[in-house]
C-alpha cells in the first residue's frame, strides 16, 4: 500500500537524489552500447535521461513506499505467477532458428501476470494495459545482465498492448504523475507531454478491459535481435490463445482476474502460440515503439506453444515468491539483445528498482 506524502519524505527524496547523483558513471559503464547494423541509435542525452528516470522512479517509491513493503514501480499489481512450459515447434523454419528458438527445444517457464497501472490496489474492473512477463529457465549461455537468482533465465516481458506511449524517457514520470492523481484539469496537458500518438496511444492503453489474463493478446513492442553475427536481423514477439477461450468468468470485483484465472487452471489448461514477426527492411524503426509494425508486411509466425497446466498458484507462499521475483529483459543471451532506447534504458531502470525493493525489504529478489 503506498503511503501518504509528508514533508519528510519529499526532503527525503530530494535526497535520495543527489546521494545517488554520483552514480552516472556506473550508469555508463553498464549502459548498453547501439547496434547501427540493426537500426539503433544513441540519443545525445540518452545515459543521463535514463539516469534521472531512474532517479525519479526510485524518489517516488521511497516517498510512496514504508520500507518492508516497497512494490514495482510499473505493474505492481500481480494476477499470479504460474507455471507454464515452453515448446519449440519441431518444423521450425531455419530461418527463425537461433537461440533459444531450436526446432523441438522444451523449457520450463514461469509467467507473472499484472496489471500495469502503478496502482498496486488497483481494480481489475478498470482500464490498463495487462503485462504478462516470461522466465524461460535452463538456457545456456552467457546473460546480457545474468539474474542473479536465476542466472540461467531468459525472460520474453510483454503487454496486451502493440505500442507504447513514449519513445524515451521524456513524458513518462509526468504523464503517470498526472494519471495516479486522477484530477481532469492537468489531464488536458497530456497532449503537450506526449503529443498526439502518444496520447491516443495512451487513452487505448489504460482503457483495455480483459475478461482472463489467460485470454488476452500479449507484445513486446520493443524490438529484439535475433541471430548472431552478419546474419542478426530485429524482431518483436507476440503471445496470443491458441484458441477463444471456452469458458467466461464474471467481473466480479476489484480482484476478478486473479479469480479468472484460478478458476480456469482448476480444471482446464492454458495454450498460447508465442509468435515472431521479423523486421522486413530498415524502413520498420527499432528505436520507435510508438508505432506498429505493419502484419501486412512483417506477418507473425508461430514459433512456440506456451502451455500452462492445471495448478493452483493462488496460494500466500507462491504469491509472495512472485512478488520477490524480479524479470528484465536483459535477462537474455546476446542472440536475443533488446533494441531501443526504451529498452536500453529499461536495462538500468529495471535493475535500480529491483534493487531498490529489495534492499527496502530487507531481502534478495529473484
Ligand atoms: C521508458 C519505458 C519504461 C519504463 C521506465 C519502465 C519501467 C518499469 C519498471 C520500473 C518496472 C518494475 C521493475 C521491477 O521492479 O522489477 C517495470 C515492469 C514492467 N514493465 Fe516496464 N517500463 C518501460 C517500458 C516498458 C515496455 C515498452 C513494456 C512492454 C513490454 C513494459 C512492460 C513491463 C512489464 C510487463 C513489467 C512487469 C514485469 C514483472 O512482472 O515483473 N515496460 N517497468
Known amino acids: 500500500m503506498r503511503k501518504p506524502i509528508c514533508c519528510a519524505t519529499i526532503l527525503f527524496a530530494i535526497w535520495g537524489h543527489s546521494a545517488a547523483a554520483q552514480d552516472l558513471e556506473s550508469f555508463r559503464k553498464i549502459y548498453p552500447q547501439a547496434d547501427p547494423f540493426l537500426g539503433e541509435q544513441l540519443g545525445e542525452t540518452e545515459i543521463e535521461d535514463a539516469f534521472s528516470l531512474a532517479n525519479d522512479l526510485s524518489n517516488t517509491i521511497r516517498r510512496d513506499y514504508v ?38 527445444a522444451q523449457y520450463d517457464a514461469l509467467i507473472r501476470f499484472s496489471n500495469g497501472s502503478p496502482n498496486a490496489a488497483g481494480d481489475d474492473r478498470n482500464g490498463d494495459t495487462r503485462g504478462m512477463a516470461m522466465k524461460l529457465y535452463g538456457v545456456s549461455g552467457a546473460k546480457l545482465f545474468a539474474d542473479p537468482a536465476s542466472p540461467d533465465a531468459q525472460d520474453f516481458i510483454q503487454i496486451s498492448s502493440p505500442y507504447f506511449f513514449v519513445n524515451g524517457s521524456s513524458g513518462y514520470t509526468e504523464f503517470f504523475a ?90 482446464t489448461p492454458a495454450c498460447f502460440d508465442f509468435s515472431i ?90
Open 67 to 104: 520500507n518492508g513493503s516497497a512494490r514495482r514501480d510499473a505493474h505492481p499489481k500481480a494476477h499470479g505467477c504460474v507455471r507454464a512450459s515452453f515448446s519449440v515447434r519441431e518444423d521450425l523454419p531455419a530461418e527463425l532458428t537461433a537461440g533459444v528458438f531450436q526446432p523441438g
Open 178 to 267: 498526472i494519471v495516479n492523481k486522477g484530477d481532469l484539469l492537468p489531464m488536458f496537458k497530456i497532449p503537450f507531454i506526449l503529443g498526439w500518438q502518444g496520447t491516443i496511444n495512451a487513452a487505448k492503453m489504460l482503457s483495455q478491459k480483459i475478461p482472463s489474463p489467460l485470454d488476452a493478446n500479449y507484445f513486446s513492442v520493443t524490438a529484439y535481435q535475433f541471430g548472431d553475427g552478419d546474419a542478426r536481423v530485429a524482431v518483436k514477439y507476440n503471445t496470443k490463445p491458441c484458441a477463444a477461450a471456452e469458458q467466461t468468468y464474471p467481473v466480479n470485483g476489484p480482484n476478478y482476474l486473479r479469480h479468472a484465472m484460478q478458476a480456469q487452471l482448476n480444471t
Open 277 to 366: 514477426q521479423k523486421r522486413p527492411d530498415d524502413s520498420f524503426s527499432t528505436e520507435d515503439t510508438i508505432s506498429v509494425w505493419d502484419e501486412e508486411k512483417a506477418p507473425s509466425v508461430p514459433v512456440a506453444k506456451i502451455t500452462i497446466p492445471v495448478q493452483e498458484f493462488d496460494t500466500a507462499a507462491q504469491n509472495a515468491a512472485c512478488e520477490q521475483t524480479s524479470f528484465n529483459p536483459w535477462h537474455s543471451n546476446a542472440t536475443h539483445k533488446p533494441l531501443g532506447t526504451v529498452n536500453r534504458m529499461r536495462r538500468v531502470v529495471y535493475e535500480t528498482i529491483s534493487e531498490l525493493r529489495k534492499s527496502m525489504n530487507g531481502g534478495a529478489t529473484q
